[in-house]
């Protein structure tokens, strides 16, 4: 999988560069940010600028990392999202839950920093 993950501070930014993300992908997606977190990590944000299409196991993913984060006291935060994916994510109700910035750089700013 095409994944980079960067700081920024305390804030680790994961860049997706695959187009689609999807099932067969999230082994590796999730096993990395899931390492973030339990590594200590509590400030994440997940930079999906270069995808235009997530599945419905992609959005569960997501949701569970949001859940995984919370859980520990961090937050996580998707930045790039493209109006596609938006749109498969308010469908499924996952906006309410998952805070979405316009690009990295607002993301980075929403943490207050």
Not at 15 to 40: C, H, K, N, Q
Not at 56 to 82: N, P, W
Not at 92 to 107: C, K, M, R, V, Y
């Amino acid at each position: 999988m095409n994944l980079t993950i960067t700081r920024t501070g305390d804030i680790a930014i994961v860049r997706v560069g695959e187009a689609r993300l999807m099932y067969p992908l999230l082994s590796d997606f999730a096993g990395s940010v899931a390492s973030l977190l339990a590594s200590g990590d509590k400030k994440v944000v997940i930079d999906l600028a270069g995808v235009n299409y997530i599945d419905s196991a992609s959005i569960g993913c997501l949701m569970d990392l949001y859940r995984q984060a919370t859980s520990a006291g961090g937050k996580l935060k998707l930045a790039g999202v493209q109006k596609r994916v938006e749109t498969m994510l308010t469908m499924t109700g996952a906006q309410n839950f998952l805070e979405i910035h316009p690009d990295e750089a607002s993301a980075i700013t929403s943490f207050g920093g």
